[in-house]
């Protein structure tokens, strides 16, 4: 169990470390615009980089095409014909949890 | 801080609170018979990070070993640093008072609190984190009890709360505010996907992030240092 317990006190302060590290290091100071540009990028990249692992993501290193995929699918056409985001993420569960139902 | 934005922000992270109960739920089910039931209640209550939970509790169970464990658990927080770096132009006073607003970034939160431009409402990131928080906690000790009642969250389809979040606010706010904006995220996506197969968990999020580089040539920065105008901002409904 010593393990168990050095594996949490290891998370705990490798966690707080990283999540304050940048406003720490950043905050409260004025960039210079080329920074400021390559900032204001930093959360549609990620974002979208957000999207790939735990949409296609699989057990193993594997690419995945499968009812997250279709549900993820789902979402992106009620938010173009200007849907909601609640009702994109309802009808994404909903895709997802009947595709599994269906196929078994 | 601004105690209407907190509001705002606790409104709309109620329905990711009850995402985020039930995947706890699940860790609290896969983390008890790895490392006990102490050490996954106070890990839910003191780390508070989804994604690097279940991955070093995977590495320690598949018996990859401590550090393993922890090298898996950092690269699946490292995102943090970046969405961190874009936290910070938009947060002001003492360095405690930075860090604990950087405390308080989940994925969601600190997703719905983006104004687009760069600019974030840390307040609206603090209160959406907020309910996720007693829920997570919660979830992990009702997982603890009784998880083997419970069957697979992925059976009601939760597995696809956080991407189809991730992707409605894109479509509906990120990626129609410019041109090189949708570049970036079709090319963080890109790099992100090619990455998967090959790259430990994590490394494809954190690399996705050099795509924001474009923004050294193109970005609304770059565009303000040739005395250009800026591009408009973009104020979407994070919650539809």
Do not use: C
Not at chain 2, 42 to 65: D, E, P
Not at chain 2, 143 to 158: H, N, S
Not at chain 2, 201 to 216: E, F, K, M, N, T
Request: charged content about 10%.
């Amino acid at each position: 169990m010593g393990e168990s317990w050095a594996l949490v006190a290891w998370l705990v302060v490798t966690t707080a470390v990283i999540k304050a590290a940048g406003p720490v290091a950043l905050g409260n100071r004025d960039l210079p615009a080329r920074a400021t540009g390559v900032i204001a990028l930093l959360a549609p990249a990620l974002l979208a980089a957000l999207v790939m692992p735990e949409t296609f993501g699989g057990n193993g290193s594997e690419i995945t095409l499968g009812e997250r995929a279709l549900g993820v699918a789902g979402a992106g056409v009620v938010v173009a014909l200007r849907g909601g985001v609640l009702l994109a993420m309802a009808v994404a569960v909903a895709l997802t949890a009947g595709a599994r139902a269906l196929l078994g | 801080m601004r105690r209407d934005a907190v509001r705002a922000g606790v409104r709309a992270g109620i329905p990711f609170a009850v995402a985020a109960g039930v995947v706890a739920l699940s860790f609290g089910v896969v983390a008890k018979p790895v490392i006990g039931t102490a050490a996954t209640l106070v890990m839910s209550t003191f780390v508070f990070a989804g994604a690097a939970q279940f991955g070093s509790v995977a590495v320690l169970a598949a018996g990859g070993g401590l550090p393993t464990a922890v090298i898996a658990a950092v690269l699946l927080n490292a995102r943090f640093l970046p969405m961190g770096i874009a936290l910070a132009p938009s947060l002001r006073g003492r360095w405690f008072r930075r860090a604990a607003y950087g405390e308080a970034m989940i994925d969601a939160s600190w997703a719905m609190a983006n104004r687009g431009g760069g600019r974030f409402d840390p307040d609206f990131l603090v209160g959406a984190t907020l309910p996720s928080y007693p829920a997570w906690v919660i979830g992990t000790v009702l997982g603890v009890i009784a998880g083997d009642l419970i069957g697979d969250p992925a059976d009601l389809g939760l597995d696809v709360v956080f991407p189809a979040f991730f992707v409605a606010l894109l479509l509906g706010g990120e990626l129609g505010s410019d041109r090189i904006t949708a570049i970036v995220a079709l090319l963080g996506a890109a790099i992100a996907l090619a990455l998967l197969p090959f790259a430990p968990a994590g490394v494809p999020v954190i690399a996705a992030s050099g795509a924001a580089l474009l923004g050294l040539r193109h970005g609304p920065g770059a565009a303000d240092a040739e005395g250009t105008e800026p591009r408009p901002e973009i104020e979407g409904d994070p919650v539809g």
